[in-house]
């Protein structure tokens, strides 16, 4: 099993600061990462998928890079609407394992 | 309008057996592959179990295997997952979530609203 390690587990900001998460994967997974946001009592939504491709209709200020074991998920300038939990997620093997989350909460 | 719709969640006693079914619209439902995924309350997302387009490769997390069992009606655009043997661990929201693709590679694209599974006495 490929075990993803986010952090921190909580990232407080100040709304138009930027946000940067960390995912570590156990091991190598190539490009195959997929970001995704959930917010209170909502079913998440993709954000990234391939590491740094942003899904349909998702705003530019939301970036990804990274590849192997260390990705990035960037914020660049946060707004209201942005304060979510955020989580990684590995396709590369068929047992697909998400991170355990970041809380962005404002500070 | 693409949409994914879960039902058959409820309250069921440890030991108990449920079916949970998700009902997709608005795209082709044979072209795609299909995951469960659940959260537990207060806590993360985990990937339990996805079906590929062509029916022939299912998956199961360990904590489930042997016991869920994933299934898809092309035919009737249906996603079911069978849970048998429950326990306590198996609360959760339970997302019906389809793949980008029909492969078993892929990122979930679409997520439905759940369904909450409750195992109690």
């Known amino acids: 099993e490929i075990v993803m390690t986010q952090s921190p587990a909580t990232l407080s900001v100040s709304p138009g600061e930027r946000a940067t998460l960390s995912c570590r994967a156990s091991q190598s997974v190539s490009i195959k990462l997929a970001w995704y946001q959930q917010k209170p009592g909502q079913a998440p939504r993709l954000l990234i998928y391939?590491?740094?491709t942003r899904a349909t209709g998702v705003p530019a200020r939301f970036s990804g890079s990274g590849s192997g074991t260390e990705f990035t998920l960037t914020i660049s300038s946060l707004q209201s609407e942005d304060f979510a939990v955020y989580y990684c997620q590995q396709y590369s093997n068929w047992l697909r394992t998400f991170g355990q989350g970041t809380k962005v909460e404002i500070k | 309008e693409v949409q994914l719709v879960e039902s058959g969640g409820g309250l069921v006693k440890p030991g108990g057996s449920l079916r949970l079914s998700c009902a997709a619209s608005?795209?082709?439902?044979?072209?795609?592959?299909f995951n469960w995924v659940r959260q537990a309350p207060g806590k993360g997302l985990e990937w339990v179990s996805s079906i590929n387009s062509g029916n022939a490769y299912m998956y199961y997390v360990d904590s489930v295997r042997g016991r869920f069992t994933i299934s898809r009606d092309n035919a009737k655009s249906s996603l079911d997952l069978q849970m048998d043997s429950l326990r306590a661990d198996d609360t959760a929201v339970y997302y019906c979530a389809r793949a980008s693709t029909g492969g078993n590679y892929d990122p979930i694209d679409i997520w439905g609203q759940g369904t909450l599974v409750t195992v109690s006495s």
């Open positions: 608005g795209f082709t439902f044979s072209h795609y592959s």
């Open positions: 391939g590491a740094s």
